[in-house]
C-alpha cells in the first residue's frame, strides 16, 4: 500500500518560514519524481514545484521561485519544501504527490499517481 504522508504545516505570520516533509511508503521512492500542489478555499489545485527522481531537476510556480525550495532524501524516502517569505497568498493546503514520469507535463496534476493527505498551511498578515 502507497502512503504519502505530508507534516509541517501550520500557522505563521507573512514573512516567515516553514518547512514541509513529505515520506513515502509502499513504492521505490527513488524511482519516482515528486511534486507539491497546494488548493486554497474556493480555488483550483495549483502546481507549487517538483523534483526529478534523482534531484537533479527542479521546476517552480513563478510566484514562489526564490522562496521556496524543493529537495529530497531518498535513503529517507522523503521530499522537503522549505518555504521562505511566506505571503497571505500562500495559504492553502499543500499536496505532495509522486510520478513515475510526467515528461514535460511536471505542473499537471493529472500526471501524479500517487497523493497525500495534505497538510494546511496558513499565513497570517
Known amino acids: 500500500q502507497v502512503q504519502l504522508v505530508e507534516s509541517g504545516g501550520g500557522l505563521v505570520q507573512a514573512g516567515g518560514s516553514l518547512r514541509l516533509s513529505c515520506t513515502v511508503s509502499?513504492?521505490?521512492?527513488?524511482?519516482?519524481?515528486m511534486g507539491w500542489f497546494r488548493q486554497a478555499p474556493g480555488k483550483e489545485r495549483e502546481f507549487v514545484s517538483h523534483i526529478s527522481w534523482s534531484g537533479k531537476n527542479t521546476y517552480y510556480k513563478d510566484s514562489v521561485k526564490g522562496r521556496f525550495t524543493i529537495s529530497r532524501d531518498n535513503a529517507k524516502n522523503t521530499v522537503y519544501l522549505q518555504m521562505n517569505s511566506l505571503k497571505p497568498e500562500d495559504e492553502g493546503v499543500y499536496y505532495c504527490a509522486s510520478a513515475i514520469y510526467t515528461g514535460n507535463y511536471y505542473y499537471e496534476a493529472g500526471h501524479y499517481d500517487y497523493w497525500g493527505q495534505g497538510t494546511q498551511v496558513t499565513v497570517s498578515s
Open positions: 509502499g513504492l521505490i521512492f527513488s524511482t519516482y519524481a
